[in-house]
């Protein structure tokens, strides 16, 4: 069983100020990280994914996030944020070892609101 | 357009009522998952098929929740007997079968029961 937990529901920063939005997870096995972001009136998209090697990643619009094993953590972050950028987002695990696409079938946090004013 | 597509974006029904959900995933695309999410949380996995076979149907939570993809392509989640609890946003997501670990997400059908 996995679980993920996002620690803040909601983030609010000015513009132009870096963020980090903080995601822990819990896993008896190897785990694929991703983050999506949800935009308002949109549907869920890909921020960026973790599935091996450098466990720095780099993902659209600026963001980035590291995996941190020992600590079963996957924060991202933004050195400066853009008022676009305020949106609801979402960290997600998925079992590397399933095989075959269950890597899509995602354990997901409840959510960080991004609120980035001017 | 090129992306999923969900229908209807808001169904509104009773207690009881018979609910059908579709959902047109992206051309090409042989893995297909459904997400329910309810307010104030994160979605949470329903089933994903591989072709026109559930994969995985460990997330339905009760005999009342059924999905169908008959050819492959369009997928249909069904649910009896609707309760109020069921009210929630059901996303679909479709992905290609290599693992690139990217879903693309329509952007929901929202279940209202009253």
């Known amino acids: 069983a996995q679980s993920v937990t996002q620690l803040d529901s909601q983030v609010p920063v000015f513009e132009e100020a870096p963020v980090e939005l903080r995601c822990n997870y819990s896993?008896?096995?190897?785990?694929?990280l991703f983050w999506y972001v949800q935009y308002p009136n949109q549907g869920l998209q890909l921020l960026l994914k973790?599935?091996?090697?450098?466990?720095l990643v780099k993902g659209i619009n600026g963001f980035e996030a590291e995996f941190n094993k020992s600590q079963t953590s996957f924060h991202l972050r933004k050195p400066s944020v853009h008022i676009s950028d305020t949106a609801e987002y979402f960290c997600?695990?998925?079992?590397?070892?399933?095989?075959?696409?269950?890597?899509?079938?995602?354990?997901f946090g409840q959510g960080t609101i991004l609120t980035v004013h001017p | 357009g090129a992306g999923v597509s969900q229908t209807p974006s808001n169904k509104v029904t009773e207690k009881g009522k018979y609910v059908e959900l579709r959902c047109d995933p992206i051309?090409?695309?042989?893995?297909l998952y459904w997400y329910r999410q309810s307010l104030g949380q994160g979605p949470e996995f329903l089933i994903y098929?591989?072709?026109?076979?559930?994969?995985?149907d460990s997330g339905l939570p009760n005999d009342r929740f059924f999905a169908v993809r008959p050819e492959g392509s369009v997928s249909t989640l069904k649910i009896q007997r609707t309760e109020r609890g069921d009210s929630a946003v059901y996303l679909c997501?479709?992905?290609?079968?290599?693992?690139?670990?990217?879903?693309?997400f329509g952007e929901g059908s929202r279940l209202t029961v009253l």
């Open positions: 997501a479709s992905s290609l079968i290599a693992a690139t670990g990217e879903l693309f």
């Open positions: 896993s008896s096995v190897s785990v694929y």
């Open positions: 973790y599935l091996s090697g450098s466990t």
């Open positions: 997600a695990v998925s079992d590397s070892e399933g095989g075959g696409t269950s890597y899509g079938k995602l354990t």
């Open positions: 051309s090409g695309h042989t893995a």
């Open positions: 098929f591989q072709g026109t076979g559930a994969a995985d």
